[in-house]
C-alpha cells in the first residue's frame, strides 16, 4: 500500500489512547483521523495529554454506536471491558479493520466471557471472527483479518513466557505465576487504592488465582495446543512505579535437558529464519528477546518498547524451571501491540512506528 490509511482511536483520553497516539503519529502510513472520548467531548486532545503539545491537535468527539463515522479504515477501540461490543456490532460489515484493547473479543464462547466477565455477550457471532492477536504465535490468521482482539497485558506476558513449555507439552506440573505490574494497568480510575500515599513504598497482592486474565490465558494456550490445559496458579500485584510488567514462571518440566537445550526451545519458537545463523539476533521474532545464560529481564529494559524480554533457569536434577518475562504494559501489554497487530493484518512492516 503507498497511500496512507486513516485510523480513528475510540477512547483516546485514556493511557492507551495516549500511547495509541504517540505510536501512530510515527507510522509513515497513518493519518489519524478521529479521536473520541466520552469524558472530554470538545476538548484539545493536547489539553487532555499534555504530552502531545506540539505534535496533535484534534478535538474530541463524544461517541455513540450510531454515531461513528464510517470513512476510517481502522478503528482501534481503547474501550472499557463490556462497551466495545456496543460499537463493533455498529461498525462490523465492512471492509474496515478494528482491533479491540478490551476483553470483549478474546473468548471463543460467549459462555466463557459471560463467565469471567459477569454479563451476556452481545456479538456471539463476532466473537466467532475475531483473531487472538499476539502476531509471534497467531501471524497467519491476523494477515487480513477484519476484527481482532488484542491481548490483556497480564495475558501477554504470561503467554509468550508458557507457551514454549505448553505447545511442547514439557510441563509435568502446574504453572504458579507471580506477576507484577505497574500502576497504569488500572488505567485512569479516581480510586483510592491508587492514592500516591497507597502505592508508595508499597507492593500489593489482588485478585490472587481470580484475575480475569487468567481465563484468557488458560483458554488461548489450550487451543494453539489442542489440549485443554488449566493449571494455572496466578497472583499478581501493584508495585510503586508507573508502568511495566515483570512475570516469573514457575514450574516441574519432564524432560531431562540442559537449560540451553531450553533456551534453544524458545529461540526455536521465537527466531526469525533470517537469524539463524546470527548469534547475536538469534532468538528475536521482531520483539521478543530470549536472554542470554545468567541474564534475566527488568522492567527498565522494556519500558517505553514493544518487546518483550524472556529469561530462563532451570535445575535438571529436579526438573524445576524458571521462566520471566518483561513487558510494558501500556506497549506490548496494549497500544504498541495493537499497532503491530495493525502492521501484521494490513501486511506492512511489522515494525512499523514501533521502533
Not at 485510523?7 to 503519529?25: D, H, P, Q, Y
Not at 495446543?225 to 494455572?232: M, N
Request: glycine share 8%; aromatic share 8%; net charge neutral.
Amino acid at each position: 500500500m503507498n497511500n496512507k490509511i486513516k485510523v480513528s482511536i475510540l477512547g483516546a483520553s485514556g493511557f492507551t489512547g495516549r500511547e495509541l497516539i504517540k505510536i501512530l503519529v510515527r507510522h509513515p502510513y497513518v493519518d489519524i483521523d478521529k479521536l473520541y472520548s466520552r469524558s472530554y467531548e470538545g476538548e484539545d486532545i493536547s489539553d487532555v495529554h499534555t504530552s502531545l503539545k506540539g505534535i496533535v491537535s484534534e478535538k474530541l468527539i463524544k461517541p455513540s454506536p450510531g454515531s461513528i463515522s464510517a470513512d476510517s479504515d481502522v478503528f482501534f477501540l481503547a474501550l472499557p471491558h463490556t462497551k466495545s461490543m456496543e460499537y463493533i456490532t455498529a461498525l462490523s460489515g465492512s471492509d474496515r479493520l478494528i482491533i479491540d484493547l478490551s476483553a470483549d473479543y478474546r473468548f471463543s464462547s460467549p459462555e466463557n466471557y459471560e463467565r469471567y466477565y459477569g454479563t451476556k455477550h452481545l456479538d456471539p457471532e463476532g466473537l466467532k471472527k475475531a483473531v487472538y492477536g499476539i502476531p509471534e504465535i497467531n501471524r497467519e490468521q491476523i494477515k487480513g483479518a477484519k476484527l481482532i482482539a488484542n491481548p490483556g497485558c497480564y495475558a501477554t506476558a504470561v503467554i509468550l513466557a508458557a507457551y514454549p513449555l505448553v505447545k511442547e507439552k514439557m510441563l509435568e506440573s502446574s504453572v504458579y505465576v507471580d506477576a507484577k505490574s505497574g500502576i497504569s494497568g488500572a488505567g485512569k480510575k479516581l480510586n483510592s487504592e491508587y492514592l500516591f500515599s497507597k502505592r508508595y513504598e508499597n507492593i500489593t497482592p489482588y485478585k490472587v488465582n481470580s484475575h480475569r486474565h487468567m481465563g484468557e490465558i488458560i483458554e488461548y494456550l489450550s487451543m494453539v495446543t489442542d489440549k485443554p490445559w488449566d493449571s494455572l496458579v496466578f497472583c499478581p500485584h501493584l508495585m510503586p512505579v508507573e508502568r511495566g510488567i515483570l512475570a516469573n514462571l514457575y514450574a516441574k518440566i519432564a524432560d531431562n535437558l540442559k537449560e540451553e537445550d531450553l533456551r534453544l526451545i524458545y529461540r526455536k519458537h521465537y527466531g526469525r529464519n533470517s537469524d539463524r545463523n546470527s548469534d547475536r539476533n538469534f532468538g528475536r521474532k521482531e520483539f521478543i528477546n530470549i536472554l542470554d545464560e545468567g541474564m534475566f529481564p527488568q522492567t527498565k529494559d522494556v519500558v517505553h518498547t514493544n518487546n518483550c524480554n524472556i529469561g530462563i533457569k532451570y535445575a535438571p536434577r529436579t526438573g524445576d524451571i524458571v521462566v520471566i518475562s518483561a513487558i510494558d504494559n501500556l506497549i506490548k501489554g496494549a497500544s504498541g501491540q495493537a499497532v503491530q497487530n495493525m502492521n501484521v493484518a494490513l501486511e506492512y512492516e511489522e515494525t512499523l512506528g514501533l521502533v
